[in-house]
């Protein structure tokens, strides 16, 4: 089945990869709909009375998966019987081999397109680079300390812009129906390599530090965080520290006709706008 795409609706519309996809495609003339707890149309998981006004009209949609992997599969046939035929889902590289501890919403969201009977195309990114300066470390950045579980393990960490971009073309082009795409950056990174490079960039001190994952989760909850997110953040770096996600790939280049953008470039960009200061 192909689908013409004539409005997209965007979820997460407000988050890194939603609103850089938001902007890609409205400058590309693509008419779109940026959908979030706070963004221009109202969507709420946790709300299903804000599902149906977020689908109307629309005919093609990134999805961010749900927390609950309940919810996934309701959503999905609902937007299929609004008459939405293509899905581009964003899901996590490793996925299906991490403890399901983590993101368990991400794989129920892989199933409900997989089993909606319209278009849908899965991408699987690592580890963004704006983790470092959009939140999740970034404060530890800025107070001089990292401290993580992970190893010497490297990582081929992704821009955001280019996860943005894979999707756009996936959301407006034909010919990657039924198809999982991982995606990474052009080299892998240790973090303690990534934090150093940073640091330079930033032209100050900032360390990296090695921890167990009993410390981790001690340092986790010592900050506020739930037992629940501790155990999410512990499961995904031990399947990073297995190597599942260890190797780049050409997926970008492939897409894109383009490199993807290097962890050097957005380190000194980010700095540039005192991320780190």
Same mark, same amino acid.
């Given at each position: 089945?192909?689908?013409?795409?004539?409005?997209i609706l965007v979820l997460g519309g407000?988050? =890194?990869t939603g609103r850089r996809l938001v902007r890609t495609l409205r400058a590309a003339g693509r008419r779109v709909r940026a959908a979030s707890r706070s963004g221009e149309v109202r969507f709420d998981w946790?709300?299903?009375?804000?599902?149906?006004?977020?689908v109307a009209e629309a005919s093609a949609v990134y999805l961010m998966a749900p927390e609950d992997p309940?919810?996934?599969?309701?959503?999905?046939?609902?937007?299929? =019987?609004?008459?939405?035929?293509r899905f581009v889902a964003l899901s996590g590289r490793g996925i299906?081999?991490?403890?399901?501890?983590?993101?368990?919403?991400?794989?129920?969201?892989?199933?409900?397109?997989?089993?909606?009977?319209?278009?849908?195309?899965?991408?699987r990114p690592n580890n963004f680079n704006q983790n470092f300066d959009e939140d999740l470390?970034?404060?530890p950045l800025v107070e001089g300390r990292l401290a993580l579980p992970m190893g010497a393990t490297p990582e081929p960490f992704i821009d955001a812009q280019d996860i943005a971009d894979v999707a756009a073309a996936l959301l407006t082009s034909d010919g990657h129906h039924g198809q999982v795409y991982e995606l990474s950056g052009p080299r892998a990174l240790t973090f303690g390599s990534a934090v150093a490079m940073i640091a330079e960039a930033a032209g100050r001190s900032i360390r990296y530090l090695e921890l167990t994952p009993k410390e981790y989760r001690a340092e986790l909850l010592a900050q506020g965080h739930s037992e629940a997110t501790a155990t999410a953040l512990n499961a995904m770096f031990a399947g990073m520290r297995a190597g599942y996600l260890a190797e780049p790939t050409d997926t970008v280049r492939r897409i894109l006709g383009r490199d993807p953008i290097d962890f050097g470039t957005y380190?000194?960009?980010?700095?540039a706008r005192g991320m780190w200061s």
């Open positions: 089945m192909t689908t013409a795409t004539n409005e407000t988050g =890194k946790a709300q299903p009375t804000t599902w149906q006004p977020a309940a919810l996934a599969d309701d959503f999905v046939s609902r937007a299929v =019987k609004a008459g939405v035929g299906d081999r991490i403890d399901q501890d983590f993101a368990p919403g991400m794989l129920a969201a892989e199933q409900a397109v997989r089993d909606s009977g319209a278009e849908w195309t899965i991408i470390w970034r404060q380190a000194a960009e980010a700095a």
